[in-house]
T-cell receptor
Framework: DAGVTQSPTHLIKTRGQHVTLRCSPISGHKSVSWYQQVLGQGPQFIFQ???????GRGNFPDRFSARQFPNYSSELNVNALLLGDSALYLC??????????????FGPGTRLTVL | AQSVSQHNHHVILSEAASLELGCNYSYGGTVNLFWYVQYPGQHLQLLLKYFSGDPLVKGIKGFEAEFIKSKFSFNLRKPSVQWSDTAEYFCAVIPNNAGNMLTFGGGTRLMVKP
């Protein structure tokens, strides 16, 4: 079975541009979460989606947005990129509703560099 | 602010040495606790988790962690490390009112010398 997949693997953008990152959860998983991992730090929660609805939002500006599609895949969008948005963006999928007991499975991440 | 602290940023051990990585959190209520590991070039993966019951939790690859509520701690241990344990280790917490939004510590980079 395929794990969580993310695309692209690497991305280079310039300040002010927009970026879209994509995530496909494990087959049968209905919940997707996004995390930002700045170099040398632990991942920080950005969003969680379940059944196409936003179920949680971390402390990130409105430049960050996301959505989940009927096939449970998800996109993370970041507008007006800043240098500080350079990070590894991780997607995690969970089988079902927001129970802490559900293990979150992480993808390999998308490395975003903003110049 | 509520947070998760990992005191050791870098740890270097020789094979067969014992390991203990510290993790403290600042949430006052009920919490769910996790340790994740990221091996070089690989995804974050779950080592072990604690929700309730026995405060000593056993995970994969010989790792265990002990929840001490009075100390707000969830330290990770392994009696004898191997070179293959070289990785970055992250402690994470979900407060009981936070769905399954993980709050991670800053990570500890472990290097095991052969």
């Amino acid at each position: 079975d395929a794990g969580v997949t993310q695309s692209p693997t690497h991305l280079i953008k310039t300040r002010g541009q927009h970026v879209t990152l994509r995530c496909s959860p494990i087959s049968g998983h209905k919940s997707v979460s996004w995390y930002q991992q700045v170099l040398g730090q632990g991942p920080q929660f950005i969003f969680q989606y379940y059944e196409k609805e936003e179920r949680g939002r971390g402390n990130f500006p409105d430049r960050f947005s996301a959505r989940q599609f009927p096939n449970y895949s998800s996109e993370l969008n970041v507008n007006a990129l800043l240098l500080g948005d350079s990070a590894l963006y991780l997607c995690a999928s969970t089988q079902d509703i927001l129970a802490p007991g559900d293990t979150q499975y992480f993808g390999p991440g998308t490395r975003l560099t903003v110049l | 602010a509520q947070s998760v602290s990992q005191h050791n940023h870098h740890v270097i051990l020789s094979e067969a040495a014992s390991l203990e990585l510290g993790c403290n959190y600042s949430y006052g209520g009920t919490v769910n606790l996790f340790w994740y590991v990221q091996y070089p070039g690989q995804h974050l993966q779950l080592l072990l988790k604690y929700f309730s019951g026995d405060p000593l939790v056993k995970g994969i690859k010989g790792f265990e962690a002990e929840f001490i509520k009075s100390k707000f701690s969830f330290n990770l241990r392994k009696p004898s490390v191997q070179w293959s344990d070289t990785a970055e280790y992250f402690c994470a917490v979900i407060p009981n009112n936070a769905g399954n939004m993980l709050t991670f510590g800053g990570g500890t980079r472990l290097m095991v010398k052969p």
